[in-house]
């Protein structure tokens, strides 16, 4: 099975793509016309029914001198005021999502021009695709540009396409950046050209780069050129050179060697990576992969080819156009798998076949590649075979759920099994309870490994299968735990004691619900409760209508009050509109029950009495 397919078979694809079409071309055409006009400048025109806005690499710093936070990572939703909401962290443990200070200053002084937004707001309203573009630093304003109009373009219908390419653009963000891009399935939105022996694109300016004085000096001096494009006053002797690559080349090798999940602060890629040769070109998108075949390709470079490198893309895009991704065999090549073949070509267009150091570790990172990018589907696979024997547990409880709604005793799923006896049945149906939660924690487990692919839970099949396991067994799980009395050790379910997967849950099915068309109002009981902290509620309600009939502070009884007569109108609601089970308005149920026992004290309590709220 290892030999089957390749593992860059789909990164290949976009790169053919691109090399095939006029997009690469006409991007890097622009980025020409905005470096021409000078600092700060964008280009925008429309070519048929795709609008292309370019940005220049020409760009001021944001503050004089060196602030040696610049180059520093901060918090996207926080300093990017709320312009890139979907972007943020989804679990309480996660390292934030974090970007470049710098860059985000100088998009968000675009952000805040009106010529820009007119221009945007123009393309948006005319056209049916929009390609983002820059070179240089340029291209990192790119990036956040698109990922803004990736994020407003959520609510737009009909949907308009985006397409980010960058020219030898820098780091941008961090691990957290990468993963939440993935998750909203925005990866193969955002392609980076990059030269194999620029330094540019491997520039984080990470303060792990600047170290003294004097280098920050060099640095700084090597920055401003850049940013400037002015390149005649660059006169770095060759020791400098030396020094600025090897310094580059280090601090890639420290980038190549971290490990997946401690990049909470470092600079990672996202998207696809084109890595361009004079051999031909080969497109990449597993972070992990990018960085290392970042650091093993600057390591067939020179310090003297600095700026030639950072200022070449245009004769790239040229031969990438007209050869179109060519392939070309090694000698031998016709006698090996499909897959050796395939890593011989790659291997070739990059060049590094005749470097003997190299080309072992290259293909070592290609193969990584393939693993690192099976491995996730063939454990979803593994899941979807372990969900369909998990299928029994889930009939028996929806039988045992039926039978309770046909009970003589009316009590319903959730009161029967919260006050069942030491029956075999109820047995077996806890026992099932148990292990339908095991299968779910072992999925959450998965995804908090990074084991599983990161738009699993944008993928019908589990978002549905989750949130019908919620609604069956989310009632059980709250009846067990008040019914071992865990609400006097621990409080209340829903703040204290709910499952950790539930709340998972409801974010997916949230994100879920919010892009799809809302169907016609019930005209019966929904099969299970809509709401699965519902009996939760039940029971909070139980004890403030206790409480009420025993509290004399004024200030209590009117909080008490205030909670249940809202509870009954939440809970009213859910009635009258069919989304609760039938089990809920059973004449023996908790709630009827309740509602029996709270409307005979409304009427026993003259309103005037109670205090005001």
Not at 106 to 132: C, G, M, N, W
Not at 452 to 469: C, E, F, G, M, T
């Amino acid at each position: 099975m290892d030999t089957e397919a390749s593992s860059f078979e789909t990164s290949e694809m976009l790169g053919t793509f691109l090399a095939s079409t006029p997009l690469l071309k006409e991007a890097w055409r622009l980025c020409g016309t905005a470096n021409a006009m000078g600092c700060g400048a964008f280009a925008a025109e429309q070519v048929g029914g795709v609008g292309y806005v370019a940005f220049s690499g020409v760009q001021e710093m944001p503050v004089l001198g060196w602030d040696p936070n610049y180059g520093m990572l901060v918090p996207l939703d926080v300093a990017g005021r709320g312009l890139f909401a979907p972007l943020k962290c989804r679990y309480d443990d996660e390292e934030p999502v974090m970007v470049h200070s710098g860059m985000l200053h100088l998009f968000l002084q675009y952000h805040s021009r009106p010529d820009f937004q007119s221009q945007i707001h123009s393309l948006v309203a005319e056209t049916k695709s929009i390609v983002i573009t820059g070179h240089s630093i340029g291209g990192s304003i790119a990036f956040l540009t698109a990922l803004r109009l990736l994020t407003y373009l959520i609510s737009i219908f009909p949907p308009i396409s985006v397409f980010c390419i960058g020219f030898g653009s820098p780091f941008l963000g961090n691990e957290s950046l990468s993963q939440a891009i993935l998750r909203e399935r925005w990866g193969g939105s955002f392609c980076n050209v990059v030269s194999t022996r620029d330094i540019m694109p491997r520039l984080s300016l990470h303060q792990s780069l600047v170290p003294t004085p004097q280098w920050q000096a060099i640095i700084r001096f090597w920055y401003t050129s850049m940013m400037s494009m002015n390149f005649a006053n660059l006169q770095l002797t060759e020791e400098d050179k030396a020094r600025l690559f090897s310094s580059v080349a280090a601090d890639m090798e420290c980038l190549a060697q971290a490990v997946e999940g401690s990049g909470g602060r470092l600079f990672w890629p996202f998207g696809n990576y084109l890595f361009c040769s004079d051999e031909g070109a080969i497109c990449l998108d597993n972070a992990v992969s990018v960085r290392k075949m970042m650091h093993l390709m600057l390591r067939t470079g020179s310090p003297n080819c600095i700026i030639e490198e950072h200022l070449k893309y245009g004769w790239y895009v040229e031969r990438l156009s007209l050869q179109s991704l060519k392939r070309s065999f090694l000698e031998g090549d016709l006698s090996e798998s499909s897959y050796e073949a395939s890593l011989s070509m790659a291997l070739n267009s990059l060049g590094t076949y005749r470097q003997v150091s190299i080309a072992p570790m290259a293909k070592d990172c290609l193969k990584m590649a393939r693993r690192m990018g099976r491995a996730p589907n063939l454990n979803a696979a593994d899941l979807a075979i372990r969900l369909s024997k998990i299928t029994p547990y889930r009939a028996e409880i929806e039988w045992y759920k039926a039978c309770c709604d046909k009970s003589e005793e009316q009590r319903g799923y959730y009161d029967s099994f919260k006050q069942r006896g030491a029956s075999k049945r109820e047995f077996k149906i806890n026992m099932n309870r148990y292990k339908l939660g095991a299968f779910w924690d072992k999925v959450i487990h998965l995804m908090d490994g990074k084991e599983l692919p990161h738009d699993l839970h944008r993928r019908s099949k589990w978002v549905n299968a989750a949130q019908s396991y919620m609604l069956l067994v989310e009632p059980l799980d709250i009846a067990e735990y008040y019914r071992s009395g865990m609400h006097l050790k621990k409080g209340h379910y829903i703040s204290n004691g709910r499952e950790r997967r539930y709340e998972i849950f409801d974010r997916w099915w949230t994100e879920r619900v919010v892009t799809e068309k809302l169907s016609n109002r019930r005209t019966r009981y929904a099969g299970l409760t809509q709401d699965t902290r519902f009996w939760a509620r039940v029971e909070e309600a139980k004890e403030w209508l206790d409480n009420i009939k025993r509290q004399s502070d004024p200030r209590n009884l009117a909080f008490l009050w205030d909670g249940l007569i809202k509870f009954e109108t939440y809970a009213m609601n859910l009635v009258e509109g069919r989304e609760v089970s039938a089990d809920v308005v059973a004449k023996n149920s908790s709630f009827s029950l309740w509602l029996k026992e709270w409307r005979a004290l409304k009427t026993q309590i003259i309103p005037q009495s109670m205090p005001l709220v």
